[in-house]
């Protein structure tokens, strides 16, 4: 389910572009893959979970061939990197992950990778461009209607929080599942 936002008396050219992250309280895509960026410990950990994990050595073997990594970045929704890689990543795989917006999360050995994943598949980004409408993923059908209403809340009131005149700026909000109508919100 997602929800499409169409902002007013909002100039992209003038006023502040903005993205920002906000957690939900429930994951909105079950099919999310997330890949482990991982030294030995972290990689040991992921296997023991069934995650996907690659460490440095399968990095390396990339050397920065941007297909490569393009494809990596694809397969994935996002990744998680071990604190004493991730300040290498850039430098072994070039700028490929940061380009399709998918830098990285941290993962320290403090924390549990469970959590952090959960945390991570809950996670959804406002990013405005150049056009005046966005569309963020906030659900799945599968989901009881207020566990929707409680994601839509939050991601509705954190968008109004990043705009400049909060709710002045939005013109419409509606929502969509893939295949249905658009219901209007706002």
């Not at 030995?40 to 950990?45: A, V």
């Not at 050995?109 to 959590?115: E, F, R, V």
Request: glycine letters at 4%; a positive charge; aromatic letters at 6%.
């Amino acid at each position: 389910v997602e929800l499409q936002v169409a902002l007013k008396n909002y100039d992209p050219q003038k006023d502040k572009r903005f993205s920002g992250t906000v957690k939900l309280e429930h994951i909105p895509k079950p099919k999310f893959q997330v890949c482990i960026l991982g030294d030995q410990q972290h990689c040991d950990e992921a296997r023991a979970n069934k995650l996907d994990c690659l460490d440095t050595e399968t990095m390396k073997k990339m050397n920065k061939s941007k297909k490569r990594v393009k494809k990596l970045a694809k397969k994935y929704d996002a990744f998680l990197a071990s604190e004493s890689l991730i300040k290498q990543i850039p430098r072994i795989l070039g700028p490929g992950l940061n380009k399709a917006g998918k830098f990285p999360t941290l993962l320290t050995h403090n924390d549990s990778m469970m959590a952090k994943l959960d945390e991570v598949k809950a996670t959804i980004k406002f990013q405005m461009k150049k056009v005046l409408c966005l569309a963020v993923a906030v659900g799945n059908v599968k989901m009881t209607a207020d566990q929707l209403v409680q994601n839509l809340n939050l991601a509705i009131n954190y968008l109004a929080s990043l705009l400049k005149k909060n709710w002045q700026n939005i013109r419409s909000l509606h929502i969509k599942s893939t295949m249905g109508p658009p219901q209007r919100l706002y």
